[in-house]
C-alpha cells in the first residue's frame, strides 16, 4: 500500500458557488487506477464527489476526466503513472474540457457531444435493393474502418480540441470520426452526399486546425484528425467536391506552394485559395470579390508582418538541392497508383517502422 493525494475539481452549478479544489489523501497499491482512489475518496471521506463510471475496464468510456490537466480515463490510469506526470507529486483531477459542467468531475456529454454524433448520420444507410444473403465485404475495406470503430466515445478528444474551443460548432473530432466509419463502408449507399455535407457546412471537415490534441488525447488509438484528413481526401480527391467554404482550394494552395517554393508562401496563399495557381486567374471577377472580401484579413497578416510587400513581390524559396528534394517526394506520391492510408491496425505503429 502507498500515499497518494488527490486534488478534485469540485463544483456544483445548483449551488451557485465558484469551483474549488479539494484534497483528499488515500492509501492503495501503485498500481491501482485513479478510479479506484476517486472511489475510496467518496466513499471514505466525501460521499458527494460527483463521478460517472461502469465497466471500469476501458471498455466503456464513462469514466472520462483530466488527469494532471490530460484528459483520461481515470480507470485506465495507474496511481504510480499518474503521479509520475504530475508537477508536485499531487494527482490533480478535473471534468473534460469543451462541454457543461453538471457536478464535480461530471460534463453533460448530451449538450456536446452526443449531439454532433448524431449530426453526421451514425448508421449506415444500405444501398438497394437489399441483398438476400449476407452482403460480402472485402476484407481490406473493414480493416479499413476498424480504426474509426475502436471509438468508446469517451469524448477525450472533445475534451482537448483546440477547434471546438475556437468555435463550439465545430462538429468535432469524434463525431468525424465517426463519419468516416460509414463513408469507409462499401455498403452505405450515401458516400457522396455525406461527404458534400460536411465539406459545405463552414463547422465540417476544413474547419480542422490540425492541432493533433485529439490524436493525443484518444486512449484507443483512433487518432480522430486522421479520419478528417481521409475525409477530405475522400471529398476532394475521389468525389472532386469544391465546397463553398473554400476549403479544398485552400487546402490545395498549401500543396502547390510547398511544391513550388519547398516552403508556403504567405502572401500567395489566399489569391491561391481563392483563384487558383494560374497568376491571371487572381483577376477574375468572382475571385477578385472573394479576395476583396478577404481585405480585413491581408491588413492583419501586414500589420503584424506576417505578409511584406518584400516577401510578395519576392518570395523566398529553398535552396536549389533542397528544393529538388522536396518535388521529388511529391513525385513519388502523385506517382502512385493507390494513396497510402495509414492505419495501425493494417501498417502498425509509427515506430514500428
Not at 96 to 106: E, H, Q
Not at 117 to 145: G, N, S
Not at 147 to 167: P, R, T, Y
Not at 174 to 187: C, E, Q, T
Amino acid at each position: 500500500m502507498a500515499e497518494f493525494t488527490l486534488r478534485l475539481r469540485r463544483y456544483d452549478p445548483e449551488a451557485g458557488d465558484a469551483p474549488y479544489w479539494e484534497e483528499h489523501t488515500i492509501d492503495l497499491e501503485p498500481h491501482r487506477s485513479v478510479l479506484e482512489a476517486i472511489l475510496q475518496a467518496k466513499a471514505r471521506f466525501d460521499g458527494s464527489i460527483g463521478i460517472r463510471c461502469s465497466c471500469r475496464a476501458a471498455i466503456c468510456g464513462s469514466c472520462g476526466v483530466r488527469i494532471n490537466g490530460r484528459p483520461d480515463l481515470a480507470c485506465h490510469t495507474h496511481l504510480d503513472r499518474a503521479k509520475k506526470h504530475s508537477a508536485d507529486g499531487v494527482i490533480e483531477v478535473e471534468p473534460m474540457g469543451n462541454m457543461p459542467v453538471i457536478k464535480d468531475l461530471i460534463v453533460d456529454m448530451e449538450a456536446v457531444h452526443w449531439k454532433k454524433i448524431r449530426r453526421v448520420t451514425p448508421w449506415l444507410i444500405p444501398k438497394l435493393p437489399v441483398p438476400k444473403r449476407e452482403y460480402i465485404v472485402p476484407r481490406e475495406a473493414m480493416v479499413d474502418v476498424t480504426q474509426s470503430m475502436a471509438c468508446i466515445q469517451c469524448g477525450a478528444c472533445v475534451s482537448d480540441c483546440l477547434s471546438m474551443e475556437v468555435d463550439p460548432e465545430f462538429i468535432g473530432p469524434a463525431a468525424l470520426a465517426k463519419a468516416y466509419r460509414f463513408v469507409g463502408d462499401p455498403r452505405d449507399d450515401q458516400h457522396y452526399e455525406r461527404l458534400k455535407d460536411l465539406a459545405e457546412d463552414r463547422h465540417g471537415i476544413y474547419d480542422c486546425t490540425h492541432c493533433f490534441q485529439c490524436i493525443d488525447a484518444c486512449p484507443k488509438d483512433v487518432a480522430p484528425m486522421s479520419q478528417i484528413m481521409r475525409l477530405r481526401r475522400r471529398a476532394g480527391n475521389d468525389f472532386k467536391i469544391t465546397d463553398r467554404n473554400n476549403g479544398e482550394r485552400h487546402e490545395h494552395a498549401f500543396v502547390s506552394l510547398v511544391k513550388q517554393y519547398g516552403l508556403l508562401n504567405e502572401a500567395e496563399l489566399l489569391p491561391r485559395s481563392y483563384a487558383g495557381d494560374s497568376p491571371l486567374a487572381k483577376f477574375k471577377p468572382a475571385a477578385a470579390a472573394e479576395l476583396a472580401s478577404s481585405l480585413p484579413a491581408i491588413a492583419k497578416a501586414l500589420l503584424r508582418r506576417k505578409v511584406t510587400p518584400a516577401a510578395v513581390l519576392k518570395p523566398h524559396k529553398l535552396a536549389k538541392q533542397d528544393l529538388v528534394a522536396v518535388k521529388r517526394i511529391y513525385k513519388e506520391v502523385e506517382g502512385r497508383e493507390e494513396r497510402d492510408e495509414f492505419n495501425i491496425y493494417i501498417s502498425g505503429r509509427d515506430e514500428d517502422r
